[in-house]
């Protein structure tokens, strides 16, 4: 059995590497206040996960999976909720994208604009074309997913179509 | 504007967490951990302390030389043993549930399932809960009035009695038909389309 020291290093290195993976999640799942909540959720997730580690795969296939599955199932728990907004708002924790200095607004604006077409996404999209996003391999996403290769191609294709709709719905 | 000119948008610095955010999320971790352990050990010590407490007393009694009569006294003995009964049966529900799921981390798809399984267990503890939790209301007369025969309540004891379980009874019944109704059959539905949305 794993202890906490053990667990503790390992999700401090895990989110040394990975937090750009929770980020995307949260955001691609989330919007406004609910992102506090999302992300809340998803770091417990993946501190209880880290026992269940085995160095079989990849680290980040790993928190890929347990991020994805916590947020697919993740439903806000209201009587917590206020309480979790609250603590983070009052210290000023924005998870929104930032600004960045050499590119500016206009490119900051883009970036919200893509995660607001893939929140209107079924949430199972919403995974596979962040995962795609992210660079994972088909064969990865199927893994993780637990769907055939070609299933995911298909899916992904499909998406790709609606979310450039919706772009040029939301743009013009 | 098409999805592919909004890649490298995806791929660039701000689309990166602030270090600063993360430690803080972190702390927030830290704090709700160590207050769901204090938690935990107070629901935990709480249960022990009062199952040690009643059957202890029972059984000090019996030992001490503490007159108690099997035939006449029997409802206050299955009384006590339904709890026991209904742990066991907990237990059972448990374990063949972590062998119908023993690979529920191999992919999100498995893990639905499973979650899917554990929900319709939680529904199925719910009403063997109710269900003896009502035996347990209709053994309350016979218990109490077993006691009065043999000389061990007062009939205003038996009356605080009455009127305390049945409250327990009520309070009881109403928060697990709201848990039933309002949180896992509706979580139940909302997982099943999930899991739904999986099929080609």
Redesign the interface.
Known sequence: MMNSTDQQAIF?SW?REH??I???VTNGFASGADRHDL??EL??AL?RAVP?FRAASLPSTFIF?VT??AA??W?RAERSYRR?VD??QQ?H???A????EA?GEP??E??E??YSAIRSL???DR?LVLLQ?DGVSYAQIA?????SES?VGVRLNRI?HR??AT??EK?S | MTFDELVPVWRSSRNQPDPAQVEQYKAGIASHLGREYREFLWHVGLTTALTIFLAGGFVQYVRSGGAFDWQLEWAAIVFLLLPIGVAALFVRGFIRHRRQHPRYDLSIRDGLRALIDENRLARARLRVSMTVLTVAMALVPVVTYQLQLVGKQRPHEAASMLAVFGAAYVVSMAWQVWKYRRKLLPESARLRELLRSYEP
Not at chain 1, 97 to 100: A, F, G, I, L, Q
Request: aromatic share 4%.
């Open positions: 401090d989110l937090a750009a929770l980020h995307h992300m809340q770091m417990l501190w269940a999976r994805h599955n697919l199932t439903k979790r603590s983070f210290q924790i924005d998870l994208p930032s600004v960045d590119h490119a900051t883009q970036l604009l893509l079924e949430p199972l995974s996003l893994e993780i997913h637990g769907l299933n790709k979310l450039t772009l040029q743009t």
